[in-house]
């Protein structure tokens, strides 16, 4: 749905749970892929509360926290997941 609110596939925290759950089960590939796209679609819009699922456009809330969080933890995890591969 293009504005499914808590429905839709952009949405921090949901984001951040699954990405967490990915490499621990062996799935660093789809892990990284996942943590690479949120981060890229905050970068240019900010933290919006959640994100048009077709678009990407920001929705309601232009700077909540969670999703700043969520930004955070996925950054910090691509960081130490880099440097555990060098």
Do not use: Q
Request: proline fraction near 6%; charged fraction near 30%; include cysteine.
């Amino acid at each position: 749905m293009p504005d499914g609110y808590r429905r839709c596939p952009m949405w921090a925290p949901a984001n951040g749970l699954i990405e967490d759950g990915f490499r621990p089960a062996g799935h660093e590939r789809l892990d990284d892929e996942i943590g690479a796209r949120f981060r890229a679609l905050c970068e240019p819009h900010g933290f919006a509360k959640n994100f048009d699922a077709h678009t990407e456009t920001d929705l309601r809330d232009h700077a909540r926290t969670w999703t700043a969080s969520s930004y955070l933890l996925l950054a910090e995890a691509h960081a130490h997941a880099h440097r555990a591969s060098r």
